[in-house]
């Protein structure tokens, strides 16, 4: 399996702070044919199903707002979130669908400081 | 537009045999390569993906658990169904399906998911 481990376990945030959570996979989840790091992002608020925010490592999602932006490629990624807004308070989860047995990060609690 | 819903028991007793059922629209295994998954999620535990089946009908199953669970579907209801045997407490937790897709050699993530169905295994 490709582990897929977040950093940090939580965070309390200021409202217009900018955040980012660190994700590193156990192997490259780079696709050499095409360039794209298979990774996604994903957010969960209390009570809800994930909802995707970032594939390919950097692409957003349609009607995710600009201030969520994706980066890094092979093992390392980051998730960026620039103006936090009180709506932003979530769980946010990495994925590889590298492999078809995806894996998830054990995620990242994001409170309200 | 594209929806998900599972369905099936909220409580089963450890030893027993669990099957949920996800009932889609908005997508088609006979005219998509499209994908479902099942994934869990344990009370504040992270998502544990669980198995998928594919539109040619291949299954994957998480190493885990493979001896314990079965993926089918039923293309023509727009259903997939995820039976696991032998259910234990740590079972517990809430089971989503979602949907994936393919076009051509470019593979997407879980876009939609449904909402979830908790399980609880307590005797």
């Known amino acids: 399996d490709i582990v897929m481990t977040q950093s940090p376990d939580s965070l309390a945030v200021s409202l217009g702070d900018r955040v980012t959570i660190n994700c590193k996979s156990s192997q490259s989840v780079l696709f050499s044919s095409n360039s794209k790091s298979y990774v996604a992002w994903y957010q969960q608020k209390a009570g809800q199903s994930p909802k995707l925010l970032i594939y390919?490592?950097?692409t957003r999602e349609s009607g995710v707002p600009d201030r969520f932006t994706g980066s890094g490629s092979g093992t390392e990624f980051t998730l960026t979130i620039t103006n936090f807004q009180a709506e932003d308070v979530a769980v946010y989860f990495c994925?590889?669908?590298?492999?078809?047995?995806?894996?998830f990060g054990q995620g990242t609690r994001l409170e309200i400081k | 537009q594209i929806t998900l819903k599972e369905s099936g028991p909220t409580l089963v007793k450890p030893t027993q045999t669990l099957t949920l059922t996800c009932t889609f629209s908005?997508?088609?295994?006979?005219?998509?390569?499209?994908?479902v998954g099942w994934i869990r999620q344990a009370p504040g535990k992270p998502l544990e993906w669980l198995a998928a089946i594919f539109w040619h009908d291949d299954k994957q199953y998480t190493p885990s658990l493979r001896s314990r669970l079965t993926i089918t579907k039923d293309a023509s209801r727009n259903q997939v169904f995820l039976t696991m045997t032998n259910a234990d407490h740590v079972d517990t937790a809430t089971y989503y399906c979602?949907?994936?897709?393919?076009?051509?050699?470019?593979?997407?993530?879980?876009?939609?998911w449904g909402q979830g169905t908790l399980v609880t295994v307590s005797s």
């Open positions: 390919w490592a950097s």
């Open positions: 994925q590889q669908y590298y492999r078809t047995a995806n894996t």
């Open positions: 908005g997508f088609s295994f006979d005219t998509d390569e499209v994908i």
């Open positions: 979602a949907h994936r897709r393919r076009k051509g050699d470019i593979w997407f993530p879980f876009d939609y």
